[in-house]
């Protein structure tokens, strides 16, 4: 497929050209955001974001639904329509026991990490949810330099409790390159963590996974959950330390809802089915963190 993200949207903009004047209403399902990345000015950049949403507003968009959306803050681009980012936690959460047997999150041994600050928001969600610690790291970059694009990683710096002896999750909303990633499960395994695992609802390995087959072979990383709401090259689908999370079913229950013209609560709030999944597997704590 040699067509570009751009390529893309212009066919998703053509398509919806078509239906203006004639469909009752016209809802998107994009699962990964065009430009979610580029959501804020640095400089002298553009919000290619923003304007992107704008424009789908403009031409008759009434609805936008995207999964784990890199900034939620950017459906402030448009505040009169409806603009959802869903979260993938119940179904990482539900393949992680079905992948690892002898999972448990209310053994204290575990612990969840946010590989930056952009990130705490999810993994702080999955830290609370699971009743288990959070740890996080913040990124030290080199402002005097740019290497594609952006001033390169120096050092990630670690904030939190002892991890030794603990199994760490690594949760995220996207693996790019995958170089941060690894260099923070080489971090925890230095400082004594047991099993490591990585949680993405998307996984683009932009550089390929054989550095990730190395980690895997190192005993560096156990095992990387992404989800199938982007294309996955068969290379990382036959990966032994690859899990794909099955998000089908639930965006098919999406699309029913919308056209029944049902509520979305149950589905966007993912809070009590993963209560009843934990207490299913003995797992589910009270607030004060008791089992």
Not at 20 to 28: A, D, E, L, Q, T
Not at 36 to 43: E, I, L, P, V
Not at 161 to 183: C, K, R, T
């Given at each position: ?142 402002y005097t330099t740019v290497v594609n694009g952006r001033n390169p990683i120096v050092a990630h710096e670690f904030l939190g409790d002892s991890v030794e002896g603990l199994d760490i999750l690594i949760v995220d909303d996207m693996i790019s390159s995958g170089d941060s990633m690894l260099d923070i499960a080489r971090e925890m395994k230095q400082r004594g963590a047991r099993n490591i695992y990585c949680a993405v609802t998307f996984g683009l390995f932009t550089e390929g ?83």
């Amino acid at each position: 497929n040699r067509m570009s993200p751009d390529d893309h949207y212009q066919d998703l903009k053509r398509v919806i050209l078509a239906c203006s004047g004639k469909s009752r209403r016209i809802n998107v399902i994009m699962p990964y955001l065009y430009e979610g990345r580029q959501h804020k000015r640095n400089a002298r950049e553009s919000l290619d974001c923003a304007f992107a949403l704008e424009e789908l507003y403009e031409l008759g968009v009434a609805n936008i639904i995207t999964f784990d959306a890199h900034d939620e803050r950017v459906a402030n681009a448009i505040p009169l329509a409806g603009f959802e980012s869903l979260p993938t936690a119940y179904q990482i959460i539900k393949e992680m026991y079905r992948q690892i047997p002898d999972l448990s999150f209310s053994n204290g041994k575990f612990m969840i990490i946010s590989p930056d600050e952009g990130g705490i928001s999810r993994a702080m969600y999955y830290a609370s949810i699971l009743g288990v610690p959070l740890g996080t790291f913040y990124k030290r970059r080199d402002y005097t330099t740019v290497v594609n694009g952006r001033n390169p990683i120096v050092a990630h710096e670690f904030l939190g409790d002892s991890v030794e002896g603990l199994d760490i999750l690594i949760v995220d909303d996207m693996i790019s390159s995958g170089d941060s990633m690894l260099d923070i499960a080489r971090e925890m395994k230095q400082r004594g963590a047991r099993n490591i695992y990585c949680a993405v609802t998307f996984g683009l390995f932009t550089e390929g996974v054989e550095h990730f087959d190395k980690a895997y072979e190192e005993g560096i990383i156990s095992k990387v959950f992404a989800t199938n709401l982007i294309y996955r090259r068969p290379e990382l689908l036959a990966a032994p330390w690859f899990a794909d999370v099955n998000m089908s079913k639930f965006v098919a229950l999406l699309i029913d809802a919308i056209n029944h013209d049902s509520s979305l609560s149950n589905l966007i709030k993912p809070t009590d089915k993963i209560k009843k999944l934990l207490a299913s597997k003995g797992d589910l704590k009270d607030m004060s963190g008791n089992s």
